[in-house]
């Protein structure tokens, strides 16, 4: 059976990430790269999976006063169902508009 686009079509990664994040942080900006080939033949990487591995670069409101550590873990929060169905690693970059400019 051949896979299309269409409505049918299942949903990648990337994109349940770029929607959880984008709704929940109101994010200004939001770039979503997949470094999975990166890590082609790691210890984690089982049966060669795609999208196990990823950068994430978000402009928030909502990290105004909240420390990096909270940033981050706020991310990690919003993409817990995908760290426990095969996200295997993110590195983030967590920044508030101000900060973005600066």
């Known amino acids: 059976m051949m896979s299309s686009r269409g409505a ?16 929940a942080l109101e994010a200004s900006a939001l770039d979503i790269e997949d470094v999975s080939y990166q890590h082609a033949g790691h210890a ?43 996200l295997h690693a993110i590195s983030i970059v967590a920044k508030t508009p101000k900060e973005s400019v600066s």
């Not at 049918?8 to 709704?23: H, I, T, Y």
């Not at 999208?51 to 978000?58: G, M, Q, S």
């Not at 706020?74 to 817990?80: C, G």
């Open 8 to 23: 049918s079509a299942v949903v990648s990664r990337a994109a349940r990430m770029r929607q959880k994040l984008q709704s």
């Open 44 to 86: 984690a990487v089982k049966d060669n999976a795609n999208e196990t591995h990823f950068n994430i670069k978000v402009i928030s409101p909502k990290f105004e006063g909240q420390s990096l550590v909270k940033r981050h873990r706020m991310v990690y929060d919003l993409l817990t169902d995908e760290l426990n169905s095969g």
